[in-house]
């Protein structure tokens, strides 16, 4: 992690297949967007913004505004916010506004939000006439960090996450550092939950630095944020650049996500993403734990980090062996076998087919309370 911050620029340079692929720039306001995008000869083309209801109103204007005298044409498209609706009819909603504007190949879309709406978006533009450029412009912490960086693209199908989609790269990825700012407190602390996986799975020191950092990450200072961003979206770039379709290491990303994301779809999303990643980190933390990887006092200093900043380590109103069901739908199972991300240490991560379901159902109780 040290020398992560002593290369600390604004700019991480992302390879796809060995090649330079797109820039993900860290900023403090959306000033140089219009220089960043020049350089995809945007004055012939048409440029639809897609947003949700909350992010738009907040900055699609402006940045209509900003892009407007360097192109033919901006659109802006809002649909609903939540993640009930990132599914295959907000997409076709898409759709529309793009044939009616007479989108073409050449045009590009603008993906203004956090995960749902980049995501989205990234699978309209995989599919839009088989494909057209697309930029990611996060606005939340958690899509900062993830969603944005790697090129999964996706919708959910009748609940169950991310079932349709496509590996398809962005152009650019833009942060405006500042639209954390503007960010609830809950929605903002749940991108830690992503962020607390990135040291947990590939740098132990990062992970003590979250918890040395913790006063000034909660309260949102620029600086530290720059930091951990900066670090974030490098060990992010290393593991989708050396395995970029999920075939190995990538799977790392998984770690949490896999008990997470069942309780997410039981709980009908009424928990944030991140607070699931971390329901299921605690639940992997005690598998750890009891096969001996790492001792009680880590496994505890794990749940006491997650509570710092301010996310569940226990649920009510679910039941374990629904949960434990729900894994078996999962789009990370293998030939029947669920792929699990354990640690063999903090810092170091693995991934394990060996699992049973007992194993996962008594992990599962440990994060539900009667």
């Known amino acids: 992690m040290i020398q992560a911050l002593k290369n600390l620029t604004n700019r991480i340079p992302v390879q796809y297949e060995n090649k330079h692929c797109y820039d993900i720039l860290l900023e403090d306001s959306f000033q140089n967007l219009p220089k960043e995008m020049r350089q995809f000869q945007i004055e012939n083309k048409k440029l639809c913004i897609v947003t949700e209801t909350n992010v738009g109103p907040l900055y699609a204007e402006e940045l209509a505004k900003i892009l407007e005298p360097l192109c033919k044409k901006v659109v802006i498209h809002t649909f609903e ?12 909603g898409i759709y529309q506004t793009l044939i009616e504007n007479k989108f073409d190949r050449n ?11 980049g995501d989205t978006t990234g699978f309209v533009a995989a599919t839009y006439l088989r494909g057209i450029d697309f930029i990611q412009v996060p606005t939340t912490l958690l899509s900062q960090v993830d969603s944005s960086i790697g090129g999964k693209t996706g919708v959910d199908l ?3 996450k991310n079932m349709v989609g496509a590996f398809y790269m962005p ?4 942060m405006n550092i500042n639209t954390l700012m503007s960010l609830p407190k809950r929605e903002y602390l749940s991108g830690m ?10 740098d132990q020191e990062y992970f003590h630095w979250l918890n040395e950092h913790y006063e000034k990450i909660v309260s949102r200072d620029f600086d530290t944020l720059k930091e951990m961003l900066f670090v974030s979206c ?8 050396n395995d970029p379709k999920e075939k190995g290491e990538r799977a790392l990303l998984n770690f949490g996500h896999t008990i997470g994301h069942a309780v997410e779809k039981l709980k009908n999303f009424t928990l944030l993403h991140g607070e699931c990643v971390a329901l299921g980190m605690c639940a992997a933390a005690y598998l750890t734990w009891k096969a001996s990887n790492i001792k009680e006092d880590e496994y505890q200093l794990i ?4 509570q710092k900043f301010e996310l569940p380590t226990t649920t009510i109103q679910v039941d374990a062996k629904e949960v434990v069901e729900a894994t078996l739908n999962d789009k990370k199972m293998d030939s029947g076998s669920i792929k699990f991300i354990l640690l063999d240490s903090i810092g170091e991560a693995f991934i394990t087919k060996e699992l049973t379901q007992e194993h996962l159902l008594e992990a599962t109780k440990t994060i539900i309370e009667e």
């Not at 490098?234 to 650049?241: A, G, L, P, T």
């Open 234 to 241: 490098n060990i992010k770039r290393q593991v989708v650049e």
């Open 303 to 306: 749940i006491d980090t997650i």
């Open 81 to 92: 916010a939540g993640e009930q609706h990132k599914n295959l009819k907000t997409v076709e």
């Open 158 to 160: 009748n609940a169950y």
């Open 171 to 174: 152009k650019l990825v833009y």
């Open 193 to 202: 939950g992503e962020i607390i996986k990135h040291g947990l799975i590939k």
């Open 107 to 117: 045009d590009m879309l603008v993906a203004l939000g956090g995960g749902v709406v």
